[in-house]
Each structure stands twice: as C-alpha cells, then as structure tokens.
C-alpha cells in the first residue's frame, strides 16, 4: 500500500498527548451544591449517586470537599424552610443560600455562583409569578413582567451575601437585563451574569427537581423553556442576553444538544458554559450499576466532548470526581 497520510501514526503513546485538541482540567468545572434549610443531616439525593442536600451549618464543609478536588467553583441551590405562592424566600436577608453563601465566601477560598430563580421556592413550583387560577388553567403561563423585579431582587440579595457570580436560569423575557440593572443600581456592577441563555424544556432535569424539590404542581415549563426542536432560535436567544449584558453564556441540557454549544461558540465571542445536567448524570449512573458501562471513562468523555464542542466551563454533578482522577 502506498498510503501517504497516515492518521495511525499520531495515534500512538507518546505522541497522541502532543497531538490532543482539547483538555480537561478542575478550573474548567463547577460544582452544583444543595444546602437545604429543612434538614439538620445530610441527606442522600437517591437519583444522583454521591450527592447530598446538606443542612447550612454543613455548606462550608462541602464546599471544602470540593475544593480538596481541585475544583474551585461551586453553584449553589437552596432548598428553603418554607414556600409561598411569590416565592419570597429567595431573596429573604436569611434565606438558605443567602446564609450559606455568607458562611462560604467567609470561611472558604471557592468562587460562589447562585441560582436566581424561583421555582424551589414558590408552591407552585414555576419560576415566577403565575395567576392565581393559574391551577384551573393550565394554559396561564408565567407573567413574564412581574417576575423580572423579583428576579433582581433575588440577585442583588445574594450579591449582598457575598455571591461572586449571578446565575439566572428562569427563561424569563429581559432577565439579563433586569439583572444587570438591579445589581448596578445597587452598587454590584463587578457581579458578572452567567445566563442560562438557552435552556431547553427537557426531560433530563427530572432527578434535579427531586433533589431541589422543584418540580411544578400543575402544568409544565413549555410555555418559557425552549423547544427541543429548534436550533436557530437558541442563537436569538443568546442574542438577547448578550445586548442585555450577559458576561458568560450557557447552553442546557449539554450532551443532547452540543449542536447548540457549538453555535453559541461560534456564533458569539463570550465565554460559552454547559451544564451537563442531572438526567445526564443518572443516566450513565444507571448503566454502569448494570454494568453496562464504565461509568469513570464514560463521565471523562462526556466532559471531553462537551468541551471539544465549544465550552470553555461545565456544570457538572461529576466534577469532583472527574477533577480527582485528572
Ligand atoms: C431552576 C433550575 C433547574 C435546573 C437548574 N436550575 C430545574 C428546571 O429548570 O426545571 C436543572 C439542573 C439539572 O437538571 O441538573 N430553574
């Protein structure tokens, strides 16, 4: 055979390092933890394998977990004591994640990004305002509008607590902007937006809303996450959080839609951010229990390839372990 071009030869030992494209390291992930406001134990998350929501006086403690791993981000979520139809638990001075975030930035050397969102602390579990017959009616959506000063509310309650970064994942029309113009006013332009721009309406957030206890009581999130089915529009959407001053952009779910990572990569020249999410998880934690798959080199790939397609940062509930064994 006369073959010139050769790919095998690069494939080898030695050389294949060289040669490699696209690396992983612990600066590149963040790790989502749950303080829970409810409880004084840590309790097992039973759809996520290794996770826990943990009472406040154990946050510090996690956060430290974490940190020993290499991983030095974490995203918080709170569970809160109570719920109520405004959700006014996320921006109470001593709401779960606000008292968490205080004790962590104080205490640990992690950056601290929040959830901004209401749909863990509302009774209804939308994240936002909804109609009071809202129930009856499953077709009333979420009042875009009025949720957007709750939403500023939220961030600039834990920007006060300390929070480093600002994530709002509600898909509320103008929360960037909302966002931004809260935190100006309240003296946090240095807080950066990592938006969660294009959100889709998916099935693979199940295990989370067990976990956060989020999952809506009637009706679902159709009608403000995005359509599985559309692509172009993720890139107006994007758009959008950029003109309102989004600092870093995120693309979820990750593995089901790295055509949209890859977009938004090219498209837009920000930091691009997906969040492997909690179904992603579960997912290959359920086969590898049958022992149908490798679940360490099956964890490591999936974030490869997340980042081969254009992420610069992922969200991930393997953080720790993927970061432990780099
Ligand atoms: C809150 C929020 C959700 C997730 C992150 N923030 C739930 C949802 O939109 O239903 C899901 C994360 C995951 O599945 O890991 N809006």
């Known amino acids: 055979m006369n073959l010139t071009d050769r790919p095998r030869r690069l494939r ?14 612990p600066e590149d992930l963040i790790a989502p933890v749950f ?12 759809s996520m394998p290794g996770h826990e929501r943990v009472p406040i006086d154990q946050a510090v403690d996690r ?3 974490v940190l020993e791993t290499g991983v030095e981000a974490v995203m918080l979520f709170g569970i809160p004591e109570s719920k109520d139809p405004q959700g006014s638990r996320a921006w109470a001075e001593d709401g779960v994640v606000q008292k968490a975030t205080r004790r962590i930035t104080a205490e640990t050397d992690a950056y601290v990004i929040t959830d901004v969102c209401l749909c863990e602390y509302t009774d209804h579990g939308h994240c936002g305002v909804v109609e009071e017959t809202a129930a009856e009616d ?3 959506t979420v009042k875009n509008d009025e949720t957007l000063e709750l939403l500023g509310k939220i961030a600039v309650s834990q920007a006060e607590a300390g929070a480093e970064m600002v994530a709002p994942s509600s898909m509320t029309d103008g929360m960037v902007g909302a966002i931004r113009e809260a935190l100006d006013d309240a003296g946090f332009s240095d807080v950066p937006i990592m938006s969660y721009a294009a959100k889709y309406e998916s099935s693979f957030y199940g295990p989370f809303r067990d976990a956060a206890d989020g999952a809506p009581a009637f009706g679902d999130r159709r009608h ?12 107006r959407e994007v758009r959008l959080d950029v003109e309102q001053g989004a600092d870093v952009l995120m693309v979820k779910p990750a593995l089901p839609y790295l055509d ?13 951010a997906a ?6 998880y579960a997912m290959l934690h359920a086969a590898a229990e049958k022992g149908w798959l490798d679940l360490d080199a099956a964890a490591t790939e999936s974030l490869l390839s997340i980042k081969r397609a254009g ?3 992922i969200l991930t509930y393997f953080a720790e372990d993927v970061a432990r064994r780099l």
């Open 260 to 272: 949209i990572v890859r977009d938004v990569d090219r498209e837009f020249d920000y930091p691009v």
């Open 35 to 46: 303080v829970d406001a409810t409880t004084d134990e840590r309790v097992p998350i039973q």
């Open 275 to 280: 969040y492997n999410v909690s179904g992603e």
């Open 224 to 235: 403000y996450q995005m359509d599985p089915a559309n692509r172009e529009e993720a890139t």
């Open 12 to 25: 080898r030992d030695g050389v294949r390092e060289l040669v490699s494209e696209t690396s992983l390291s």
């Open 138 to 140: 499953p077709d009333l």
């Open 311 to 313: 992420a610069d940062l």
């Open 63 to 65: 956060v430290e977990e």
